[in-house]
């Protein structure tokens, strides 16, 4: 048994749903902001600052709305879609198997050092909306003797609740699945650095 637990926690992300509505759309331009949440998030925890109390997304053009939509951009990166682009293109045994080898063992790397990682999770592919795919903060992990390994992420489409990703690796056979009933395909880590200046109350 292997297992490692940051001081992060599902509490320190934001209490809101990952639901934005277009002002002036009357309800029917919704969309999400989960790399932002991500990276806001780890922002508040590293400064060692509490996250907002809110229970509601903030306002469009308040404050924290800008913070969250310039770090939904910085999550976004010039790199990011090319890579989205090529998971989606792989099959779901490939891009489990990357998974498996090359984005577990970094990510098991950074959680026993203590540090909370960004995963971009893998929910579709071919010729699917790429935004339908997602961004979770992974910081927690138990893995046994089999070859199963979950982990503890702040979903922010799940905002309060603890989120739960397996990976069960069984040979060539990688297998992964979300408690929650959501599709994973695979994941890989994501480059963060803490926002520098202050942070929105």
Not at 32 to 53: E, V
Not at 147 to 160: E, K, Q
Request: glycine content about 10%; proline content about 7%.
């Amino acid at each position: 048994m292997r297992s490692a637990q940051t001081g992060f926690t599902a509490e320190r992300g934001f209490r809101f749903d990952n639901r934005f509505v277009l002002p002036f759309s009357k309800g029917r331009v919704v969309y999400g902001l989960c790399g932002g949440l991500c990276f806001g998030a780890l922002d508040y925890y590293y400064a060692g600052r509490p996250i907002p109390a809110q229970t509601v997304p903030p306002r469009f053009g308040s404050p924290l709305y800008r913070f969250l939509v310039r770090r939904q951009l910085d999550s976004l990166g010039r790199l990011v879609l090319p890579r989205v682009v090529r998971w989606m293109a792989a099959s779901d045994e490939r891009a489990a198997a990357w998974t498996a080898s090359s984005e577990l063992p970094r990510l098991l790397s950074a959680l026993d050092r203590g540090r909370p990682a960004v995963l971009v999770i893998m929910r579709v592919g071919g010729l699917a909306n790429p935004t339908y795919n997602h961004q979770v903060v992974a910081f927690g992990y138990v893995q046994d003797e089999r070859g199963m390994c979950s982990f503890a992420v702040y979903d922010p489409n799940h905002p309060g609740e603890p989120a739960t990703i397996t990976l069960e690796s069984r040979g060539t056979s990688v297998r992964l699945w979300q408690a929650e009933g959501e599709t994973v395909r695979g994941f890989w880590v994501q480059d963060y650095r803490p926002v520098t200046g202050a942070l929105p109350d």
